[in-house]
């Protein structure tokens, strides 16, 4: 169950962060270096035009792929019992306490293996009485969930080879299941022992043995079901702004208990929360970055954090939302944090998003709507605009219809032209899907849609936008101020050699990609940077900086300044 309230405060805000993409299940491969950024922006036509999207052919690939499977939602690999197991295996957890704290490590040992194998592995199942017979082969793997099959994902997760244990294959532990008259041992087995992290997902759950890999796995073993100390308690609490005014914030956190839970505050008074849920019926079928992030968030200096898109990449696998919400607790209790959708929470067939793709594994917003609620109109419609300080940003989705005749299309134009420039004289747009980017995408989905650049783009001009967010591609780019793929106005060099955008005579957007912050990155020729953006705006200067989340060095900034 998923609680929130609100509660007023009082604040001022100037700073804030910047992400996208989830920061779990960081597989670094490179991304583009920044010191090629200068390249990027010296040219007059900034990005080649790309292909349209194809739709026909998008719902040729995905027609036949439908969410049918409890647990995990997009369609993995059929499990079966292998056939004639040894009569000596045996798979055992072991943990500090009969029940499973909030979060902890439990350490699961294999026995009784006549002959290790490199394909041997272990996952943690949820719910333990899950039917794994209804996980059917998957017809397809679609290159934007990372669905590769070096990648264990199956029907349930998370996974190990036993051979995490590095003297498993070696058979380094050894025990005698059987002697011979004279008390030689003519049976020998080896055994691993793994570790899992586990945290409070409020139900019960097991370890399974498999061999075959995760191309043709069968179960060997199984455990019986281990369940949590406190399923019902309230966890993963996270704060998020609900209005312009700075004078309150609303706070959610997820329960195993459905109903009304009371917040007790500091000066005495409390509050009863509203508990909102969802189920399988709703739906239509990196960790150097949060630590990095925690660290601004502790100096005191930061007033709310950003995440625009590609939230988490549970793609239907609830279990990884709460591993999510477990990672950004460190910050998303401590201040707001705010999100824009993605098409890896809303893209799926026949459910009305832009993109005919199985991207969000049958989840269609519904899980992400419940665990982040913005300030938005209706749901499914998750497109807002708040007010922070100097600055009001527009949010939209990429993700619903943004044609000219759309409901999106007229609340942007309205939203924007509203803004008070006096009050809030930065107008900062932000969205998943890039109208610039030099990464050309996937063969029938390209990174960037002419349709959305044609529909929205004049908007950003004649409403004076001075900076457009983006992410969905995996790297940080950013350009001069442009409009229909020119440059209109180049930055210029300061007195410390930092790029300056100089919006008193205004020109164009400037954009930027800033989809570094976990996943994986897209291909470039250079070295792998995962970061975030920080950015501190005045009535008068906007300060960008792309952060090294490993070093905490500034890789790129520049300024966009006012008179």
């Not at 009305?352 to 991207?359: E, I, L, N």
């Not at 650049?453 to 442009?482: I, M, W």
């Amino acid at each position: 169950m998923i609680s929130n309230i609100s509660f007023e405060l009082s604040s001022i805000f100037t700073v804030f962060l910047v992400i996208s993409l989830c920061f779990s299940s960081c597989s670094c491969i490179r991304t583009r270096d920044l010191r090629r950024n200068a390249e990027f922006i010296d040219h007059t036509a900034i990005s080649r035009p790309q292909p349209r999207v194809d739709h026909a052919r998008m719902m040729a690939e995905f027609a036949n792929h439908t969410a049918i499977s409890d647990f995990r939602i997009i369609n993995r690999k059929s499990l079966g019992d292998c056939p004639d197991p040894n009569p000596y295996i045996r798979i055992n957890v072991s943990s500090a306490n009969a029940k499973l704290s909030d979060d902890q490590f439990v350490t699961v040992t294999i026995s009784g293996v006549l002959v290790p194998a490199a394909s041997d592995w272990v996952a943690m199942i949820s719910p333990a009485n899950s039917d794994v017979s209804s996980c059917p082969l998957n017809g397809i793997q679609y290159q934007q969930t990372g669905d590769f099959s070096i990648l264990p994902l199956l029907c349930h997760y998370p996974a190990q080879y036993a051979s995490s244990d590095p003297g498993y294959l070696a058979c380094k532990n050894q025990e005698c299941q059987q002697r011979n008259a004279r008390g030689d041992c003519v049976v020998k087995t080896c055994s691993a022992t793994l570790q899992f992290h586990v945290i409070n997902i409020r139900t019960d759950i097991e370890f399974v043995f498999f061999a075959g890999g995760f191309i043709t796995p069968c179960i060997l073993k199984r455990t019986t079901p281990t369940s949590f100390a406190n399923p019902k308690k309230p966890l993963y609490g996270h704060l998020s702004s609900i209005d312009s005014t700075g004078n309150s914030m609303r706070v959610t956190w997820v329960s195993g208990d459905k109903t009304p839970q009371k917040v007790q505050y500091g000066n005495g008074k409390s509050q009863t929360s509203v508990v909102t849920t969802f189920s399988q019926a709703d739906m239509c079928s990196s960790l150097s970055v949060v630590n990095a992030i925690a660290s601004e968030v502790s100096s005191g200096n930061i007033d709310s954090i950003f995440h625009i898109g590609d939230i988490s990449y549970a793609t239907g696998f609830l279990v990884e939302w709460d591993f999510f919400l477990h990672l950004i607790s460190p910050v998303a209790a401590q201040l707001s944090y705010m999100t824009a959708i993605g098409n890896h929470e809303r893209d799926y067939i026949d459910t009305g998003s832009v993109y005919v793709t199985a991207d969000s594994g049958g989840e269609c917003g519904v899980p992400y709507e419940t665990y982040f609620p913005m300030p938005t109109s209706e749901k499914d419609k998750p497109w807002y605009s708040i007010e922070q300080g100097s600055v009001h940003f527009t949010v939209i989705s990429t993700e619903h219809d943004w044609s000219e005749s759309s409901e999106q299309f007229a609340w942007m134009k309205k939203d924007m032209a509203s803004v008070d420039r006096t009050r809030t004289p930065w107008l900062i747009f932000m969205g998943h899907r890039p109208m610039y980017s030099t990464s050309d995408g996937s063969s029938f989905i390209p990174s960037v849609d002419n349709n959305f650049v044609q529909a929205v783009e004049p908007l950003l001009l004649s409403n004076k936008v001075d900076l457009a967010l983006f992410g969905h591609v995996h790297n940080y780019e950013r350009t001069c101020a442009v409009y229909q793929g020119e440059c209109k106005a180049m930055p210029t060099k300061d007195g410390n050699g930092i790029d300056t955008y100089d919006n008193t005579n205004y020109q164009a957007p400037v954009h930027a990609v800033i989809g570094m912050a976990g996943f994986s990155l897209d291909s470039f020729p250079s070295t792998a940077k995962f970061g975030y953006a920080r950015v501190h705006a005045t009535r008068t200067d906007l300060n960008f900086e792309f952060v090294n989340a490993n070093t905490t060095e500034v890789g790129d900034r520049f300024h966009i300044t006012r008179s």
